[in-house]
């Protein structure tokens, strides 16, 4: 089974417009952590935001927010005031175990997001 | 803003020769990670390392791949016999701790022909 589910392979957004990318995960344990990533064209990998499963509220970063929906197994990364630079690959990705977790992050497969001017 | 490096950017060679992909992680993190990203597919976890000795592998790791920290900040991902599956986008990572975030560097291209 997918611990990470990203349904949308791609997505289109208009230029200052908000777009929302979802995510779901399934796991057991109780402490786990959520990632999302950026991967421009260059291939770089790029840490955007982080939420973790205790966290009471939902992370911010910027212009990036995380819709943490922690009964329905659900972390939807949420961009306001898109910008053309953030056309790019978007990772959903959860590391599982609190204290003793070795850090080993799942990822799903993935949305593009393309800005349109 | 500190940042993880790696060497090559990108590297092409034959089937069956040995490769070395090189890292230099965060200076103050203590765990260290490879993974693999074949062209259009998702990032995959190869391997951890922390306190100089392998903590966790996946099923992708086997014998061909090895890991070393050879000094203070180098961390190297060795493929012993290049077989073209291979063929891939390694990422180097770093954290400063069990919890913190992963940071991961801008990756290295492997072409095996």
């Known amino acids: 089974a997918q611990k990470i589910t990203q349904t949308q392979p791609g997505m289109f957004v208009q230029e200052k417009e908000a777009v929302t990318l979802d995510c779901t995960y399934d796991?057991?344990?109780?402490?786990?952590?959520l990632f999302w990533y950026k991967q421009p064209s260059s291939g770089e990998m790029i840490f955007l935001i982080y939420?973790?499963?205790?966290?009471?509220q939902n992370a911010t970063e910027g212009r990036y927010s995380l819709n943490f929906q922690k009964a329905r197994k659900s972390a939807n990364l949420v961009i306001s005031a898109s910008q053309l630079g953030d056309s790019a690959m978007y990772f959903c990705?959860?590391?599982?175990?609190?204290?003793?977790?070795?850090?080993?992050?799942?990822f799903g497969k993935g949305t593009k997001l393309s800005v349109k001017p | 803003e500190p940042e993880v490096t790696q060497t090559p950017s990108h590297q092409v060679t034959q089937m069956g020769q040995e490769v070395i992909l090189r890292c230099v992680p965060i200076?103050?993190?203590?765990?260290f990670y490879w993974y693999r990203q074949i062209l259009g597919q998702k990032v995959e976890f190869l391997v951890s390392?922390?306190?100089?000795?392998?903590?966790?592998k996946s099923e992708i790791f086997d014998d061909q791949f090895s890991v070393e920290r050879p000094d203070g900040s180098n961390f190297t991902l060795k493929i012993r016999s290049t077989k073209l599956e291979d063929s891939a986008m390694y990422f180097c990572?770093?954290?400063?701790?069990?919890?913190?975030?992963?940071?991961f560097g801008e990756g290295s291209w492997l072409t095996v022909v």
């Open positions: 939420q973790g499963s205790y966290d009471q």
């Open positions: 796991t057991s344990d109780p402490s786990y952590g």
């Open positions: 990705a959860m590391r599982e175990g609190g204290r003793g977790s070795q850090g080993n992050l799942i």
């Open positions: 390392f922390y306190n100089n000795e392998i903590s966790e």
């Open positions: 200076s103050n993190h203590l765990y």
């Open positions: 990572a770093s954290s400063e701790g069990q919890g913190n975030t992963i940071y």
